[in-house]
Every structure is written in C-alpha cells, then in structure tokens.
C-alpha cells in the first residue's frame, strides 16, 4: 500500500507564494513518477506538475511552468511544489498522485492519491 499526505496549503494574497509537501510512506519503491493535480468547484481535476523519482525530470502545465517548481527530497520521501506569484486562479484543493509512469499527465495513470489540501488566492 502506498500512503501520501499533502501539507501546506492556507490562505495567501495575490502574488505571494506558499510550499506545498506530498510524504510518501508505505510501498513506494515502485513509484516512478509523482504528480500534483487541483481541482475547483465545479471544474474538472487539472494537471499542474510532475516529476520522475528517480530521474528528477520535471514536467508543468503551461499555467504554471513559470511559477510553481515541483522537487523532491529522497531523503524524507517527499515532494513539494512551490508555488510562486500566486493567482486567484489558482485557487483548488490540490492533491499529489503515485504511479508507474514517468511525468504521466492525467489522473487515470496514478493509482495512489493523498487527501488533498485547500490553497485558497485572495486578490
């Protein structure tokens, strides 16, 4: 089993900045590619970043490419999203996903999912 927990999120003004965390625990080893995902009210789940584990190539969504960095630290099993110049729009519960599949970009390629942790833009 492969357990994830988000942490991180909160409240922020326009043009601030907030780090979010994915810890990974349990039966990890085989997961190659770990992404982060937001979805709004009303709107479709939505791929923001991803990064190979193993090989640390990272992929971004055309939104966010020049705003957020997604990393990883091996040491804790955790990666983290930076997120810079922050938007209203950006506003989402934003999750992390495991799976097998280096920088895969849409939902249905991971399997294993964190609880999700609110980021909430103020203009």
């Known amino acids: 089993q492969v357990h994830l927990v988000e942490s991180g999120g909160g409240l922020v003004q326009a043009g601030g900045s907030l780090r979010l965390s994915c810890a990974g625990s349990?039966?990890?080893?085989?997961?190659?590619?770990v992404g982060w995902f937001r979805q709004a009210p009303g709107k479709e789940r939505e791929f923001v970043a991803a990064?190979?584990?193993?090989?640390?190539?990272?992929n971004y969504a055309d939104s966010v490419k020049d705003r957020f960095t997604i990393s990883r630290d091996f040491s804790k099993n955790t990666v983290y999203l930076q997120m810079n110049s922050l938007k209203p729009e950006d506003t989402a519960v934003y999750y992390c996903?495991?799976?097998?599949?280096?920088?895969?970009?849409?939902?249905?390629?991971?399997?294993?999912w964190g609880q999700g942790t609110q980021v909430t833009v103020s203009s």
């Open positions: 349990g039966r990890t080893s085989g997961m190659h590619a």
């Open positions: 990064i190979s584990w193993y090989g640390g190539n990272r």
């Open positions: 996903a495991a799976g097998v599949i280096p920088l895969a970009t849409t939902p249905r390629e991971y399997a294993h």
